[in-house]
């Protein structure tokens, strides 16, 4: 267990440089953007006195390296400052992130509960029709753009058919049927797209996984073909799906913008473009730190789940000697 | 065939449609300004009018025919895709190239920078970067190509990985050759094309991302028209006039699945060196000319299926042909075997001898795609003929009653599961056995088969154990349902020669103490040798010498036999040492010889070799008066028509 522990750790501080990575490229980003920052936040009619002490409060009179270390030191006690609203940065976080949490969760579990599906169905029947058929719509799903998908669920399923609500969010404990068919489309808008694309990593390692001797050997034992791809196919070929769901993380959380702005969903990227907009630098670089964040952990969970499914990796990582 | 129709040909129609659009839209987009459309005049009184005749797609809310909007929107949502690809190519493959090709700290470094790229919501920053620089197309492209880089860089990198440790970039890195030379002449043109390929995909997603950002207002700048700013503008008319967004939205859909078929298709054209993959049969399509050309006539000397206690599985005039990109390959062409109950038989011969498939056809382990069905044929047991049946009642003879070893010791367990759970896997299914009885059974057919501290062994997986370990296995495994007969297919070859020798003997035992009949394949004569009862021996998918080990060893009948036994290293004759190893390759099985097979390699062929086959067949009279022991052979040289009238002086005598 010793190796294991050990494992978890390098993992860990390599998943703290990303963090680190990822705030100090946000703040440079934030650092070159055009303009007096205090200008900006106080308008072109500010006193020189009035620029002077929000620059002070800011510490935009320090040299930029010194208000990132400031800011990860306050980051760390889980001080992420005062948005320009007055409010608490870290609190306006925790208003959004269950939602944008809720909604990434919900539609990368959608999204692989189709995949998974589907492959394992087409596998089946590889070469068939219904393979071609889902290998098609497969292709079809990632070609089309969340906007474009988007919208066709506003214009026909909430506008037209009327299926979906879609400016009412009743909590999941108010209304819980209610809040389901709120986050419906939302979560098929970002899922759909993920399907496409996790159906066709899963169904490619599948098939190449089928021609495998082992597989072989699998049926010469007299094994079914059910036992076959669910017993031994499915886990070796799941692998490479699993680290690209992880590595998606972000981009769903970040890419829900579009769902959320399209579906009035007040999520961590709405957050992120509202303060874009509003100028408000502490509270983007909070943001892009909670995404940040989720994307490690969901990562680092996605490690510990490869480890588990395939024991080479396990070796390889931890080097034990048998 | 005209080029063109190969072209068309390799291609397949959807990926000519592909070309097709594409074409289309790069018309639209290089000539546009030349074509008869109107994208700036307004009809106001036919605001958002529905597609007609006059206007294709529709108008939109201010009576701008929304047709002539698409084809000038092709232009910059082209360029804005192109050119943001052409930086997202060239900043990340250098970095990917660069990290895959040193590796070390550069490529460790890069992975965390790769992960923190993944970690940053790079769509929101994109919003955010074109809202204060300012909208251009300028910028739109600059900030999406940036943004692209580190998906090209993973891509890269991937690529170069792979070819990295291939010989050739290490021989010349060995040579000695400078980096710049080994990277720009070995390296680039091998992972060009996946890369490229994905840059395909790349355009349309930034195509689709274009549209995104047009979406917040951050795209390309009101007085240019894109795809995406088509779309957005029509959001706020979408629910009372779809066709608004659409017809634009059907048109990016369409440019974006080509793109991808395309890419698609360029790496399978590459995967396949340019051999337009076989189409695998769609409908029963009765179009496959070659197989219904020539097939096989059942052999006439098929016997009624006979209940001979003695034999545990009889093999009848097999055929096993399979379909290839190149045509049909017939492994196979009639061969009769006898394996005896208790026995061990060996099938010896080259790789490409049809040796493993006649094997893997005895459970119907070959596919039917590529298989040839319905080719004459029987493999006869328990007086059943197991080539009729279909896979579902296979089920129960395989590992019940036919288990099977396979050579690689390492790709035939399953890597992820303790080989314990493995051995007891067909034991629960074939024998019912609870999880529990079969795993103590697992550890008692480890002890059985020779693997030391089994209790411990059971929980170990395959890449923990040696080759040797693993072959013990894979025979454990075997085992595991009681079956009476023991197909190996190579199972030593991997392995260095003690452990051979140990892995015979092994199956050695097991045929003496339990009964099981072994059919050994190899291609090593020199392994059976002593432990065989009986020895067929194959060629290009016949056999040409049957009989029991001592006969066929004492007195080899078949040119390639003695060649066979020549090649082998002697151990009482160490004058003779490594002498006649066999000239030439074995036929390509794609075409139907007329003659001898082997003929073309034989040291002593006569002329009538090359005009008529030599059949299978017992001794002559010759023989008999010779004394010599009788055992089969397909030779005309053995068979005293030739030999009588025209005997070859053998170059060795
Ligand atoms: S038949 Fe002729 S060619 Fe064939 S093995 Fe005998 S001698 Fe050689």
């Known amino acids: ?322 | 065939m005209s080029p063109q129709r190969t072209w068309l040909k390799g291609w397949g129609v959807s990926g000519t449609i592909a070309w097709a659009w594409i074409a289309l839209i790069v018309v639209a987009a290089v000539a546009a300004r030349h074509l008869p459309i109107d994208p700036i005049r307004q009809h106001l009184s036919d605001a958002l009018a529905a597609p007609s005749w006059s206007h294709w797609f529709g108008t939109n809310s201010r009576g701008i025919d929304i047709f002539s909007l698409v084809v000038d929107g092709a232009r910059t949502s082209m360029i804005v895709g192109i050119g943001a690809i052409l930086i997202g190519l060239t900043g990340g493959a250098t970095i990917g190239l660069i990290a895959g090709y040193f590796r070390g700290w550069l490529d460790r470094s890069m992975l965390i920078a790769l992960d923190a790229a993944a970690a940053f919501p790079a769509f929101a920053a994109a919003v955010a970067a074109v809202l204060f620089w300012g909208k251009s197309v300028r910028n739109v492209t600059l900030v999406l190509g940036i943004l692209t880089i580190p998906l090209f860089a993973r891509v890269m990198r991937a690529n170069t990985l792979q070819y990295v440790e291939r010989d050739f970039v290490r021989a010349s890195r060995m040579i000695g050759a400078k980096h710049r030379r080994v990277l720009l002449r070995e390296l680039l043109p091998n992972v060009a094309v996946p890369v490229l390929s994905y840059s395909l995909v790349g355009v349309g997603l930034i195509i689709a991302a274009e549209g995104g950002l047009s979406f917040f207002g951050a795209g390309v700048p009101d007085s240019v028209t894109t795809w995406g700013q088509v779309i957005a503008s029509g959001r706020s008319q979408a629910e009372r006039a779809p066709h608004v967004v659409l017809l634009p939205a059907l048109v990016i859909f369409l440019t974006i699945l080509a793109l991808n078929k395309i890419s698609e298709l360029v790496i399978v054209r590459w995967v396949s060196g340019g051999v337009p993959m076989p189409k695998q049969k769609r409908r029963s399509a009765p179009d496959e000319p070659s197989v219904v050309l020539d097939r096989p006539t059942p052999s006439p000397t098929a016997r009624p299926i006979t209940d001979d206690p003695e034999v545990a599985v009889q093999v009848e005039d097999l055929h096993v042909w399979l379909h290839s990109p190149f045509g049909v390959v017939r492994a196979v062409n009639g061969v009769d075997l006898e394996l005896r109950r208790g026995q061990m038989l060996a099938l010896v011969g080259e790789s490409g001898s049809g040796k493993t498939m006649l094997a893997r056809s005895l459970l119907g382990l070959v596919p039917t795609p590529p298989l040839v069905p319905d080719l004459p044929g029987r493999v006869l047991f328990d007086g059943m003929d197991l080539l009729s049946w279909g896979s579902k009642s296979l089920q129960n003879v395989r590992g019940r009653k036919i288990a099977m070893v396979f050579q690689d010791p390492m790709t035939q367990l399953d890597p992820v599961m303790r080989v314990g759970a493995q051995i007891a896997e067909p034991a629960m299914v074939h024998l019912g056995l609870s999880r529990t009885l079969a795993m103590r059974r697992a550890v008692d057919l480890l002890a059985e088969v020779g693997v030391p501290d089994p209790e411990r062994r059971v929980r170990a997986y395959a890449h923990e154990l040696s080759g040797g370990l693993r072959q013990r296995v894979a025979i454990a495994i075997a085992l595991a349902a009681e079956p009476q007969v023991l197909i190996a297919d190579e199972p030593t070859s991997a392995l260095d020669v003690t452990v051979q020798a140990q892995l015979l003997d092994l199956l050695q035992t097991l045929r003496d103490d339990r009964g099981l009949s072994v059919l050994f394949i190899t291609h090593d004569l020199g392994v059976v040798a002593s432990r065989a009862d009986e020895v067929a021996v194959m060629y290009a998918g016949r056999i040409v010498e049957r009989g029991t080990t001592a006969d066929v060893f004492a007195d080899p009948r078949h040119p390639y036999t003695r060649a066979l036994l020549g090649a082998m290293p002697r151990i009482d004759n160490r004058s003779h040492q490594r002498l006649n190893t066999i000239v030439g390759t074995p036929p390509v099985l794609l075409f139907e010889q007329a003659g001898c097979a082997f003929a073309p390699r034989c040291t002593v062929a006569v002329e009538l070799c090359t005009q008529r086959r030599p059949m299978l067949q017992a001794e002559t009279l010759l023989h008999y008066v010779r004394g010599a022991n009788a055992h089969d052979s397909a030779c005309w040289l053995a068979h005293n028509e030739v030999s009588a009238v025209e005997s070859p002086v053998s170059a060795s005598d």
């Open chain 1, 1 to 322: 267990m010793g190796e294991a522990l050990r494992w978890l750790l390098r993992r860990c501080v390599s998943l703290i440089g990303v963090l680190l990575l990822v705030t100090l490229g946000t703040s440079a980003l934030l650092e070159l953007l055009p303009g007096n920052k205090a200008v900006a936040i106080l308008g072109t009619s500010a006193t020189p006195e009035a620029i002077k002490i929000v620059e002070k409060n800011l510490n935009l009179d320090r040299p930029f390296i010194v208000r990132y270390g400031i800011w990860t030191e306050r980051a760390a006690q889980g001080d992420l400052g005062i948005g320009r609203d007055g409010e608490l940065v870290s609190a306006s976080l925790k208003q959004r992130i269950p939602t944008s949490l809720e909604l990434m969760v919900s539609a990368q579990l959608l999204a692989i509960a189709l995949a998974v599906g589907g492959a394992i169905y087409a596998t089946k029947r590889a070469g068939r029709r219904a393979d071609r058929t889902l290998s098609t719509a497969a292709f079809g799903m990632v070609a089309l753009p969340q906007f474009v998908l988007g919208l066709l669920f506003v214009i026909y399923l909430a506008g037209k058919w009327k299926l979906f609500p879609l400016l009412t969010h009743p909590t999941f404990f108010s209304d819980p049927i209610g809040h389901l068919r709120s986050i419906a489309l939302p979560v098929m808008t970002l899922a759909v797209p993920l399907a496409g694309i996790y159906y066709r990593i899963l169904r490619t390692d599948l098939g190449a996984t089928m021609q495998a001797d082992f597989i072989t050997r699998a049926r010469a034992s007299g094994l079914s073909e059910r036992r076959i791809l669910f017993n031994h196919a499915l886990r070796p070929s799941s692998l490479s799906l699993l680290s690209v769901v992880g590595l998606n993380t972000a981009a769903v959380l970040g890419g829900a913008v579009i769902v959320e702005n399209l579906f009035a969903v007040p999520g961590l990227g709405r957050l992120l473009l509202e303060s874009v907009a509003k100028r408000d630098l502490v509270k983007v670089q909070g943001a892009v730190l909670a995404i940040a964040l989720i994307y490690v952990v969901v990562n680092l969970f996605v490690d510990v789940l490869l480890q588990l499914l395939d024991p080479r990796v396990r070796a390889a990582t931890s080097g034990s000697v048998s």
